[in-house]
Nanobody, 119 residues
Framework: QVQLVESGGGLVQPGGSLRLSCAAS????????MGWYRQAPGKQRESVIA???????VYADSVKGRFTISRDIAKNTAYLQMNSLKPEDTAVYYC?????????????WGQGTQVTVSS
């Protein structure tokens, strides 16, 4: 089963930057897509960004030009660089990893990390 550990959340002022990490471990055969969802208070969880094993990226319109995702295949780690943060980016961010060849569920989730954008 794949375990995901997130890090890097916190409090930042509008216009600031944060970098989230999502490290996968466990009985990993081959992780395909990795990415992040976020959930703001009172709202549904929404997809933010994703990256395939081959490096193709998909962004929500709300974060295009501000957020960048990358991954280190050898380390099974994905990174989310968030720039020009806005108060509406405040949410709990959950990373995920898709690994259909691994034992356990095909999609694994991180524990979530709080990102708060406020002055």
């Amino acid at each position: 089963q794949v375990q995901l550990v997130e890090s890097g959340g916190g409090l930042v002022q509008p216009g600031g930057s944060l970098r989230l990490s999502c490290a996968a471990s466990g009985r990993i055969f081959s992780i395909n897509d990795m990415g992040w969802y976020r959930q703001a208070p009172g709202k549904q969880r929404e997809s933010v960004i994703a990256i395939t094993r081959g490096g193709t990226t998909v962004y929500a319109d709300s974060v295009k030009g501000r957020f960048t995702i990358s991954r280190d295949i050898a380390k099974n780690t994905a990174y989310l660089q968030m720039n020009s943060l806005k108060p509406e980016d405040t949410a709990v961010y959950y990373c995920y990893a898709d690994c259909p060849g691994c034992s356990g569920p095909a999609r694994s989730w991180g524990q979530g990390t709080q990102v708060t954008v406020s002055s």
